[in-house]
């Protein structure tokens, strides 16, 4: 009896290093097995196809010159009034003026208090462009939305910021069929609309 528990416990020990090869090469076949298929996920993902021109190019897109900034969470816009305007309008057969009422919704206060210090500028721009408008241009509904993308391209030209008109855009979107298409870097505009606080005309 007790040569034969002797010969069982001699085997035992030789039993649990086989198991622990084995469960040492499971594992290492798993690792394997999991860095294998993740490697091929990422190497046979599909990836974005490249925007092409006319003649089947990638166009090359530039990064925009100022990042826009995202509009966070439950903070209000910021306005920024100006004071009502009153100009005599371009009609030839009786004399029109208009006096409106603008404000410039903005999407930082720093920048409210930077277009404060170009007033004058600004104002002269409106001004400007109201004086080459006629009572018909501005009682339509258009008429109204291309003055108040006209004043916004206005109000941040003394900051530098050039903001292409839309018939300038509409031009470049029918090019010469020789020419190659090349795209602008698009550029962060800090007046993000006009708003009309009143709009007189008579």
Not at 46 to 58: F, K, S, T, V
Not at 161 to 173: F, G, N, R, W
């Amino acid at each position: 009896m007790s040569a034969a528990a002797a010969t069982a416990d001699a085997a035992t020990p030789p039993a649990k290093k086989g198991k622990k090869k084995l469960f040492l090469i499971l594992g290492l076949v798993l690792v394997l097995l999991l860095g294998g298929g993740a490697a091929a996920f990422f190497l046979l993902k599909p990836q974005a196809e490249p925007e092409l021109d006319e003649y089947g190019e990638p166009i090359e897109q530039a990064e925009p010159a100022h990042p826009a900034k995202k509009a966070e969470a439950g903070v209000p816009p910021t306005f920024l009034p100006l004071d009502p305007f009153v100009v005599n309008l371009a009609d030839r057969e009786s004399e029109r003026y208009a006096q409106i009422g603008i404000t410039l919704q903005v999407d930082d206060a720093k920048v409210a208090e930077q277009l404060k210090t170009y007033m004058p500028a600004i104002r002269n721009g409106v001004i400007m462009i109201l004086a080459h408008k006629t009572a018909d241009e501005l009682l339509s509904r258009e008429g109204k939305e291309k003055l108040a993308a006209e004043i916004r391209r206005e109000s941040v030209r003394p900051l530098g910021i050039e903001i292409e008109d839309e018939e300038d855009e509409a031009a470049e979107s029918d090019p010469p069929p020789k020419k190659r298409k090349k795209r602008k870097p698009a550029v962060h505009v800090p007046v993000e609309q006009v708003h009309f606080s009143s709009f007189i005309i008579q």
